[in-house]
């Protein structure tokens, strides 16, 4: 359900098949398969649009974890922003909420970045310069996004989050795993 009329047409089409059922059970009795089949449309519908929206959200994974506690908590935290984001998309909260979610996702995400850069750099890790190419140029992808939300608002705030959402998730399962045996190996818990 991407905002309130989405929301609107499905109370709509559920109060319809409410209708619905009682004529057809009136019309044919409760012998006929007929309006069994319209009960079970009327509940599943609605279940299954709340599973399909379920799956926007994000949950921890411990495979998610590099076994280094403070990058898990900045992980953690990370896949808790971009929740916040994924609400403001889905529940239209307006305009305070939505640009506050998005500006404290994509600070986070800095602050993240920096502390990885710096434990990368302090430890020598070789490949520090490819890694931070990746942070710089999400950064720089970002900021086209934040002009493109200053511009056309809660509609574009979808695409948005999915780019956030998909990269982060892609680039703490893959390239942040790089770091972790040099970086265990010198001791960072
Ligand atoms: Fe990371
Ligand atoms: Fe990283």
Do not use: C
Request: overall charge negative; proline content about 2%; aromatic content about 8%.
């Amino acid at each position: 359900m991407k905002n309130s009329s989405n929301m609107l047409l499905v109370v709509l089409l559920i109060g319809t098949l409410i209708v619905v059922d009682i004529v057809v059970f009136v019309a044919l009795g409760p012998a006929h398969v007929v309006p069994w089949l319209l009960v079970a449309a009327t509940i599943g519908i609605p279940v299954f649009l709340r599973k399909q929206e379920a799956k926007e959200f994000v949950q921890w994974k411990d495979e998610y974890s590099v076994g280094i506690e403070r990058i898990d908590s900045d992980h953690k935290k990370l896949i808790s922003l971009i929740n916040d984001l994924e609400t403001a998309v889905h529940y239209n909260a307006g305009d305070e909420f939505e640009r506050k979610a998005l500006e404290s996702l994509v600070a986070y995400t800095q602050t993240h970045f920096k502390l990885e850069e710096d434990l990368m750099q302090e430890h020598g890790y070789a490949d520090f310069e490819a890694h931070k190419g990746q942070h710089d140029q999400m950064i720089s992808n970002v900021e086209v996004y934040i002009r493109d939300y200053d511009k056309h608002g809660h509609k574009v705030l979808g695409k948005i989050a999915e780019y956030l959402k998909l990269w982060l998730i892609e680039h703490i399962n893959g390239t942040d795993r790089k770091y972790v045996p040099h970086l265990r190996a010198k001791g960072v818990k």
